[in-house]
């Protein structure tokens, strides 16, 4: 399994944000992380990612422990968290050349991850110049340039037009095919187009893990689904 969650709890204080949580995603699936404001979402992310510890609990990411083995995990990982941290008075080559270096792979690869990002016509400016939507992109680009194993995305498409979701949408559906993706999102729609399978999370428990065509079985769309899982 690309993903290993095995029985993950988070306390901060007195308040739980994650119980008693499993699940596990193959190489090659593109998993919706549902959930409202407050589900635990964010904190799972950032325990996978390395970021914080469980307060119980074991994650797996290509088999290596995240707890035991954090710096090999982040060679496998491309996080994009939902508020995209950049250095804005670089160029946007200039920091993807920069973040190269430290991941220490080859410069081509720089210019392949900008042109599969469409980042080409921006790829001059200062990031400090750039739209929301194109920074958004350029953390994506970030995300993909060592070439990771999983791909950890949180609102991957938060400030694009429509056009550029449209773009990201076919970008994500392509790397999906051979690596797995972890999507949390609040747009049904965007379930619905990428998703082989949709896991729900509420106050800090998973609540559905199945195919979005499986929850919508009852004849409900996605939003009537999540809504009566998650009042």
Known sequence: ????VKDISKQYGSQKALDHVSFSIPKGQICGFLGPNG???STMMKILTGYIPPTSGSALICDIDVLSHPMEVKKNIGYLPEHN?????MYVREFLLFLAQLHKVPKEWVEEVIEKTGLLPEAHKKI???SKGYRQRVGLAHSMLHHPAVLILDEPTTGLDPNQIVEIRNLIKELG???TVLLSTHIMQEVEILCDRVLILNKGKIVADSTPSELKKEGQNLEEVFQQLTR
């Open 1 to 4: 399994m690309s993903i290993e």
């Open 177 to 179: 095919k051979d690596k």
């Open 39 to 41: 589900a635990g979402k």
């Open 85 to 89: 941290p950049l250095y804005l008075e």
């Open 128 to 130: 400090s110049a750039l």
